[in-house]
């Protein structure tokens, strides 16, 4: 996971380790390969331009130039700045309401159902509650099947209706369903397209009104990058999500995804999923993130 950010990063830093003295210009060096590296990583380039202003400004206000560790002290300051960027404290599920109520949102192929089961599977284990999986995608009768799978595989019920054709009546059907069942826990997963599109975003829009939920989730895959960020934007826009999902950071990703989203949506990284199996799943903590891309 991010290795040739980590790898990058390490280098520009490699300069301040171990230099007698600094000046100003080995800083804005340092700085500036910091911010090529970020580039690289497919972080926007103003994202990039900022992140390295605000990390001068306290490199020079802290008194890098005259502390004898300047690069723990620059490193202190970029560890600090990253984790800002992924999102700062931890935000973790609302798991208000009985039954909590949960929709999934995002592109087909972005990981949805896999992560539906996966928080089920999460749901289930680690907060004591009876969930029910939802499958609304009225479009692809395997996607309904592929949900089955998922929750057989977790030891989570699944609620279909293959002959109802409207994801309002689907959902509202499963809502009511839980309440009768003592299900306190509802995944709703809905139908994604390959592109946004505004059919989609109606139909996805006219579920988020009609059952108002606790969470809406935003499902990305990381490795597409910016195109991430910006399928998050155009989500947002319409249903002004509560946090995101990042799939698939196992694969060969740079990284800019997941340090570019909370800057352009202002929404948390809740979840990051590292495999295909059920418990392939982490708690997204910046903090530990950064740490881990800084090596
Ligand atoms: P959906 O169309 O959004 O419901 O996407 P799926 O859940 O069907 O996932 C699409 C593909 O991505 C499947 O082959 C999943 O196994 C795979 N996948 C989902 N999440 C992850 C992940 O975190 N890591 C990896 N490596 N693969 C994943």
Redesign the pocket.
């Known amino acids: 996971m991010f290795d040739n950010l980590t790898d990058k990063l390490d280098k520009a830093m490699h300069v301040l380790k171990g230099h007698g003295s600094i000046t100003e210009v080995n800083v804005a060096d340092t700085l500036k390969e910091i911010r090529r590296a970020l580039v690289d990583a497919d972080v926007n380039y103003k994202i990039a331009k900022e992140f390295t202003s605000r990390a001068k400004e306290k490199a020079l206000g802290q008194g890098v130039l005259t502390t004898l560790k300047p690069g723990q002290l620059l490193t202190k300051i970029v560890k600090d700045e990253l984790t800002e960027l992924m999102g700062g404290d931890a935000i973790g599920l609302n798991l208000s309401g009985n039954p909590t109520v949960i929709l999934m949102s ?11 089961g ?1 928080l089920a599977n999460f749901l289930k284990n680690k907060k004591s509650k009876k969930p029910l999986l939802v499958a609304c995608d009225i479009y692809r009768p395997a ?1 309904i099947d ?1 949900l089955h799978v ?1 929750g057989e595989s977790v030891g989570v019920e699944v609620f279909s209706n293959r002959e109802e054709k409207n994801p309002v009546k689907i959902s509202e059907a499963a809502i009511a369903y839980a309440k009768a069942n003592g299900f306190n826990a509802v995944i709703i ?1 809905t139908a ?1 397209r390959l592109a946004v599109d505004e059919q989609m975003m109606t139909e996805i829009a006219d579920v988020h009104a009609a059952i108002k939920p606790q969470e809406t989730l935003f ?1 990305v ?1 990381a490795m597409t990058g910016q195109d991430a960020v910006n399928t998050a934007k155009a989500f947002n826009d319409r249903l002004n999500f509560d946090g995101v999902v990042l ?5 060969d990703t740079r990284g800019g995804a997941a340090l570019s989203i909370k800057t352009v949506v202002n929404k948390p990284i809740k979840f ?5 199996k059920m418990e ?2 982490d708690v997204f903590y910046p903090e530990r993130m950064a740490d881990r891309i800084l090596g």
Do not use: C, P, R, W
């Open positions: 995002g592109l087909q192929g972005s990981g949805k159902t896999t992560f539906s996966k996607a592929q998922v997963d994604g499902v895959d799939t698939k950071l196992d694969g990051i999923g590292t495999g295909e392939a799943l």
